[in-house]
């Protein structure tokens, strides 16, 4: 198919009796920025090793721009990949590094070492190239990494949790530039990450992985307002879900509900409902303080337990933590009742979920 | 660590035992060496250099050191080569009894000189014999070549052991065949293991004495052989001192430069 960067078709991956990937379809499209995501051993590396060509899979094919490559080998895939720990070659200068794919290729010497230069220029590291790994930060390494995968110019890019051991500062700031460079220069990424919040942020589109299978794939606004399995549901965003009782008396119907934890407000007891809110009433079980907001755990009178965000506007500190134990109405618009597709397991793009407002 | 004064005092005291025990011995082989007195009277009444002069012109010597350095490099390059290849067969590939080979590799340091010399020997003669082919240089060079072989893999496998996969996968990804990821990521990276590996089997076949008696056909002697079987030889002891001395330096190097390649990896116990 035109524009399609990546086809995977019911690839299958076993290691001895674990079947770590247990049959996954995917379409990439050209100039993507593709996220997996999914819990730890959920299988995306794997996915990623077989994409790059590490792991044969054990059944399944996959496409390269609407090539069949699943017998090739590494060297033979216009793919390059970030690695988790970057695998900088130690015995080598940070320009010879990032001008290795480019010598492979017999690129000639001058045109590589500008090429290198370049490269190095763009991830803000020039004048390092004489420089070994060993002699780096862990951020610098990450964007040395970048650049050696980059320089070649593939079709498309793999990256491994590439910003995993990075703090929190530094990571957000990588996640900003990656984007930057992907939307400049147009190719496409495949990013592996078990960080829901990078993957909503950074992302075209995110699958999202349980045990080998693609639970959803969808936009961000689509995996989290939408999420077509309870998983999905529980995994992004905070796990908010009314089922049960509880949802027949609150929301009128025995099915699995998700709200939002920020669609929530928390009120006092005798508030009277708005029109069009769904309410319920509750005890505080929990306060957490976040410093910008604070997040509440009420235990529901009809059942359950309910997570709500609210923005610290006027509250501080003491005020929040004197409400542990009072009895609160939680409210909230009865279109941010979401109800979650019981337990099937819709694996292709946009599974439609149903929005009731009643 | 703090140690008290009396476990201190004591700990040095046994320090300094241990290293006189191991260093004075070949303190005096080298004073000897030098000694005018022909029967090693002590203390030197002077210092000569006659007996090295002869040991220079003494061809049993020569020929032994001769043979010493064509049995090290033999058992040398055969371990080199054999080592490396089981030290990545098994790093690399899972394959059925794959513990048991690395297992096996690794027990002839283990095993008795004597036994290993004995079974050699009965091997060589009930399989080679019959062949045309009877104990001699070569002998030996396989002989050592079972012990050699232990250095170099451990050295191998430890440097591999160590090394991410991580880095060859790279290098194929960004284009490269398996030969020339070998040539420029492998290669490269174990490298200083293997030369230590190399330092170490020559330093322990060059003194390698219980194994070659079994081994050795009878015109070749090794230098440690030539010199156990001087040293009983009244007139010959001035000269067994300088051959001493000399393999004394000459074992030194290679032990203190594989060290200084790898001072972290895994080595021989017979060191
Ligand atoms: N080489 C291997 N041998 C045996 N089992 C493996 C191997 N590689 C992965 N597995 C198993 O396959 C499953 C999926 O692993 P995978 O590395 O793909 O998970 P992941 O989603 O990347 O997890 P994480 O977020 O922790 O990196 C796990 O159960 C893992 O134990
Ligand atoms: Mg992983």
Known sequence: MEGMAIRLQSLRKSFGRTEAVAGVDLEIADGEFFSMLGPSGSGKTTVLRMIAGFEAPTAGTIELAGTDVTRRAPFERDVHTVFQDYALFPHMTLEQNVAYSLKVRKVPKAERLARAREALASVRLEGFGGRRPSQLSGGQRQRVALARALVGRPKVLLLDEPLGALDLKLREQMQVELKAIQREIGITFVFVTHDQEEALTMSDRIAVFNQGRVEQVGTPAQIYERPATPFVAGFVGTSNLLSGDAAEQVVGDRATYSIRPEKIHVLKESAAAEPEHASATGTVAEVVYLGDATRFLVDLDAGGRLTALQQNLETSSEDVAALRGSRVSLQWHRRHNFQVPEASRPSVQDAPGKHVSK | ?271
């Open chain 2, 1 to 271: 660590m703090n140690l008290s004064r009396p476990a201190r005092i004591t700990l040095r005291i046994a320090a300094a035992l241990g290293f006189a025990v191991i260093y004075v011995p070949l303190f005096l082989v080298l004073v000897n060496s030098l000694n005018p007195d022909r029967s090693s009277g002590w203390p030197p009444p002077g210092l000569t250099f006659e007996w090295w002069a002869d040991a220079w012109h003494s061809s049993g010597a020569r020929d032994a050191l001769w043979t010493s350095v064509k049995a090290g490099l033999g058992a040398t390059a055969i371990a080199l080569v054999l080592g490396t290849l089981i030290a990545f067969a098994c790093q690399r590939y899972r394959f059925f009894g794959r513990d048991a080979i690395s297992f096996v590799v690794v027990l002839p340091i283990a095993l008795p000189g004597i036994v290993t010399g004995v079974a050699l020997n009965t091997a060589f003669r009930t399989v080679l014999e019959p062949l045309g082919v009877g104990l001699g240089l070569f002998t030996v060079i396989v002989g050592h070549a079972t012990f050699c072989i232990v250095v170099v893999f451990n050295n191998v496998i430890a440097r591999l052991r160590r090394m991410p996969g991580s880095y060859e996968e790279a290098a194929m990804d960004l284009g490269a065949h398996s030969f020339r990821t070998y040539l420029d990521i492998t290669f490269p990276l174990v490298r200083s293991a293997l030369v230590a590996g190399g330092l170490l089997a020559f330093a322990l076949s060059f003194d390698e004495i219980v194994v070659t008696t079994f081994t050795a056909g009878p015109g070749i002697q090794t230098l440690p052989v030539w010199i156990f079987s001087n040293m009983a030889r009244p007139q010959q002891a001035p000269v067994v001192n300088v051959v001493a001395a000399v393999l004394v330096l000459l074992s030194v190097i290679p032990i203190y430069l594989a060290q200084r390649l790898s001072s972290d990896t895994a080595s021989g116990s017979r060191i």
